[in-house]
């Protein structure tokens, strides 16, 4: 079991670290991607790899890249980068990290595109292009750094509601580049853009959406995705499962071992056996991110 994409440089996470990598390997888990999005979450994200290595149990890989939603003049993000000079720097800076650690980096993310928030945190519609400008800059140069460092992409894409503009303009852009491959992490869009995002050579990251009451969408988009172009993932601390699955002792965020309950709902959506999907799921991280 393989948790594809996982923040452990957020507080919730790193305060009980013991605690939430046995759960995980006590749950059967046998690897993760630590994902930075942000300065300060890759520095502590390159900072801890090598002290991985004290959990001989799991591999512990790394991957660095900033959030689209740091892009943004609103966001809630810390630190967001405000103008275009800025967005130049960040990303130089991200060239020249990856470079130098690029032998402890196993993909680049998280990156990508997010116009879901921009309606409403950015009021003025010019600033709002800038900021839509701004994001596919920094995509694309994520984009191009994976390319020439022969690594895969964790990329985020968010939509606004009943719209497709996000997940075209990532599309778009890893098509123009080209020769790079990884995983659409918590992909939640429509079902016609499916094909093109396995086609260009991605697969999906499913999580604990697939759980909740409100998403059909998304257990319609397990259905419909084989179950070769499938990873599983907690995207922990920020997606809980649903609450009635969880016990009252636990604290309501997300974690590593949650993947466990991804898997089984994968199994039945698809009518496998969790075994199945367990050993797919495994081999198909194995498959992107190395062994
Ligand atoms: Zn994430």
């Not at 720097?89 to 116009?115: C, F, P, Q, R």
């Not at 009635?244 to 974690?255: A, D, L, M, S, V």
Request: aromatic share 8%; hydrophobic share 35%.
């Amino acid at each position: 079991m393989f948790d594809s994409h996982t923040h452990l440089e957020e507080d919730l996470l790193k305060q009980n670290r013991n605690e939430i990598i046995d759960e995980f390997i006590q749950a059967g888990g046998k690897g993760l991607l630590n994902v930075g999005y942000t300065i300060e979450s890759n520095l502590e994200a390159l900072k801890s790899a090598s002290s991985w290595l004290s959990y001989p149990e799991i591999v512990v890989k790394t991957s660095i890249g900033l959030h689209p939603t740091i892009f943004c003049q609103n966001s809630n993000i810390q630190n967001a980068i405000t103008n275009y000079n800025q967005t130049r720097k960040v990303l130089d800076w991200l060239a020249e990290k990856v470079k130098e650690n690029s032998g402890a980096l196993s993909a680049i993310g998280e990156t990508g595109l997010d116009y879901y928030r921009i309606n409403d945190e950015i009021p003025d519609t010019s600033d709002r292009a800038e900021c839509v400008e701004r994001q596919k800059i920094a995509f694309r140069r994520h984009v191009e750094i994976a390319r020439e460092n022969r690594l895969p992409l964790t990329i985020h894409t968010r939509d606004r509601i009943d719209e497709s503009e996000c997940i075209r303009d990532s599309l778009e852009i890893v098509c123009e580049v080209g020769g790079v491959g990884g995983i659409f992490h918590c992909y939640t869009g429509s079902l016609d853009y499916l094909e093109d995002i396995l086609g260009a050579g991605f697969l999906i990251g499913f999580n604990a959406i697939i759980t909740y009451k409100s998403a059909d969408n998304v257990r319609n988009l397990v259905k419909e995705t084989p179950i070769e172009s499938i990873v599983v993932e907690s995207d922990a601390p920020y997606l809980p499962l649903r609450k009635k699955t969880i016990q009252n002792n636990r604290q309501n965020f997300g974690k590593p071992s949650d993947v466990k309950e991804v898997i089984k709902s994968i199994a039945a959506i698809k009518d496998l056996s969790e075994t199945y999907v367990t050993q797919a799921t495994s081999s198909n991280f194995k498959a992107v991110f190395g062994e």
